[in-house]
């Protein structure tokens, strides 16, 4: 950024309130990315490991269906729960590592054992499922294993809060190497350079009104927010987003927004559209059967829109001349990613009649496609 004196900003806090929600999702998207593209695997893996059939997985959890908490935070409960047979059920905790040159696998202390009569006893419930994203290598560990062979100790990546310990020579016995985690890793990679770069439009925009703000002073010239245009809508969204305002006609303001959406708007309003509507909806408690009904539909126009934009060939998105296709690829992603946590949300606390989001950006036809393109092109 060229200049970041009189750039909106997020405050470095966990606090949701004090960040934008879209930034808030980002993070925990990371996690939801990672999670969802390896449960088809973990299920397979789990049919060999208990050696039977009748094996399913499912996610658990507070972010069983949305990968993000309305009210913010994480959820501390385990990331899978695994049916096997009719009777039994194990909960699994999912991590995986970029690094292969750690000296020790850490794992927290919560999530390994409970504190009984001051004495921890490992967890009797659940195992670990822990891959190492460079080999493609992973190991299922019992937590009692890790009691065993781990010290409890101060984890410095961790702003100093203990963790079970398990020296690296250790650890790396019970690895065992799998190719087929090899398409499963390049996907989740794939998706996360999409979120990465998608996301960096909100830096763009973020520039582009702190440039217009500081011509006020800089060159005596008026900022100007057009009434009835979905630009001049954009503006106000965008500003009172960032204000962490709320409009007092929120309902009303969504009927307006959704009234913009039709098959011939490019890119670039499609992504000012959406995210608008991302704002609007996420301040809505509660919606209208025919409010529902038109963001459903309004939704499934703006999916064709994008999609008829999407070039098979390329791998990229193009509406128009004006833009390169590096950039309106980024309004693509940017909208679908934001149009599937409003899928996703409205699913499941309004009942809406969408098919429910399995894998985060399901809407991109060819993410190991398009991530390539995007490669090629930065």
């Not at 050696?51 to 899978?80: A, C, H, M, N, Q």
């Not at 921890?120 to 290598?137: A, C, E, G, T, W």
């Not at 560990?141 to 062979?149: F, G, L, Q, R, S």
């Not at 999409?194 to 009104?209: K, S």
């Amino acid at each position: 950024m060229k200049n970041k004196n009189v750039k909106l900003i997020y405050a470095q806090s966990s606090d949701i309130k004090a960040r934008t929600y879209i930034e808030y999702r980002k993070d925990m998207k990371k996690k939801a990315i990672a999670e969802l593209e390896i449960k088809d695997w973990l299920q397979e893996k789990l049919k060999e490991f208990f050696k039977r059939e009748d094996v399913s997985v499912e996610k658990y959890g507070g972010d069983r269906f949305l990968w993000f908490l309305r009210e913010g935070g994480i959820t501390r409960e385990p990331d899978f729960i695994a049916h096997v047979g009719a009777n039994r059920e194990i909960l699994i905790e999912f991590q995986y590592a970029d690094r292969e040159d750690l000296k020790y696998y850490d794992f927290k202390i919560s999530k390994v054992a409970k504190k009984v009569k001051g004495v921890r006893i490992p967890h009797q419930d659940r195992i670990f499922l822990y891959v190492m994203k460079n080999s493609y290598r992973y190991a299922f560990i019992d937590p009692k294993w890790i009691v065993e062979h781990g010290e409890v100790g101060v984890v410095p990546a961790w702003g100093s809060r203990q963790a079970y310990r398990v020296p690296k020579d250790i650890f790396e016995r019970i690895l065992k190497k799998d190719e087929t985690l090899k398409p499963v890793l390049k996907m989740i990679d794939a998706k996360l350079m999409i979120l990465n770069f998608q996301h960096q439009l909100l830096d763009i925009w973020e520039e582009e009104l702190s440039n217009e703000l500081q011509k006020v002073i800089d060159e005596e010239k008026l900022v100007k927010i057009i009434p009835k245009t979905l630009e001049g809508f954009f503006e106000v969204c965008f500003i009172l987003d960032h204000l962490n305002k709320i409009p007092e006609n929120v309902n009303l303001w969504l009927v307006y927004l959704l009234s913009y959406a039709n098959t011939e708007l490019t890119l670039k309003e499609i992504s000012m559209l959406v995210y608008s509507l991302d704002y609007i909806y996420s301040k809505i408690t509660a919606l209208g059967d025919n409010e529902l009904k038109e963001l459903e539909d309004k939704i499934k126009v703006l999916l064709q829109a994008i999609n008829n934009y999407y070039d098979e060939k390329e791998g990229l998105y193009k509406s128009t001349i004006k833009e390169s296709p590096l950039e309106e690829t980024r309004f693509a992603l940017f909208s679908i990613n934001l149009i599937e946590d409003i899928i996703q949300d409205a699913v499941v606390y309004h009942k809406a009649h969408f098919q429910p989001i399995v894998k985060i950006y399901q809407q991109v036809k060819d993410p190991l496609k398009v991530s390539e393109a995007l490669r090629n092109e930065i």
